[in-house]
């Protein structure tokens, strides 16, 4: 019986330890995301920002029509190159 409850303790000595490490990794993955999903979002907009301020540039020297197809043109290239890349790294 002995055996047993110095087990036990042991046991719980255990899972409190793993506990604290496991609450300081979950924190900091948390704090992480948040920070990329942040950054994602300010990326996301300044990207958007780019390619509006490329077409403002282009309409004032072509028609707006042409100018959308351009910008739509690019900005279509640069996001299937960036796919390509990323399905290379798999």
Known sequence: MEILARLLIAAADFLEAEGRTAKIGVVSLVSVLGLMLIAGGL????????????FLLLAWALNP??????VGAVAFILGFAVLMVARQRR
């Open 65 to 70: 029509a042409v100018a959308g197809l351009i």
């Open 43 to 54: 990326m996301i907009t300044g990207a958007v920002l780019i390619i509006w301020g490329l």
